[in-house]
């Protein structure tokens, strides 16, 4: 079983910055690809970006690339989301998920988070 608890949402205006956290624990935490996942109200759940299980291969949907980062600091089983230049398309309840594989497909991961939420006003 992998625990997975996301923190550092908030409220921004476009063009600010926010950095999400998830720390992860269990047994087998350290074993996992981890994602991003996000939900705006009325809209289906997109993949983010993800990040491999060894090594830094990392993964981003196109509207977010070259402003999100995500990273992980093995040390510390947290999984981190720096979101630079936010627009209002990017507000939405931010989930950390672990899969065995780095996609952005929600079905290939096994654990979820609760969720963080971000708004981004204009």
């Known amino acids: 079983q992998v625990r997975l608890v996301e923190s550092g949402g908030g409220s921004v205006q476009a063009g600010g910055s926010l950095r999400l956290s998830c720390a992860a624990s269990?047994?087998?935490?350290?074993?996992?690809?981890l994602g991003w996942f996000r939900q705006a109200p009325g809209k289906e759940r997109e993949g983010v970006a993800a990040?491999?299980?060894?090594?830094?291969?990392?993964v981003y949907t196109d509207s977010v690339k070259g402003r999100f980062t995500i990273s992980r600091d093995a040390a510390k089983n947290t999984l981190y989301l720096q979101m630079n230049s936010l627009k209002p398309e990017d507000t939405g309840m931010y989930y950390c998920?672990?899969?065995?594989?780095?996609?952005?497909?929600?079905?290939?991961?096994?654990?979820w988070g609760r969720g963080t939420q971000v708004t981004v006003s204009s």
């Open positions: 269990g047994r087998t935490s350290a074993s996992y690809s």
């Open positions: 998920a672990a899969g065995r594989f780095r996609t952005l497909r929600g079905a290939d991961y096994n654990y």
């Open positions: 990040i491999e299980i060894f090594g830094d291969n990392t």
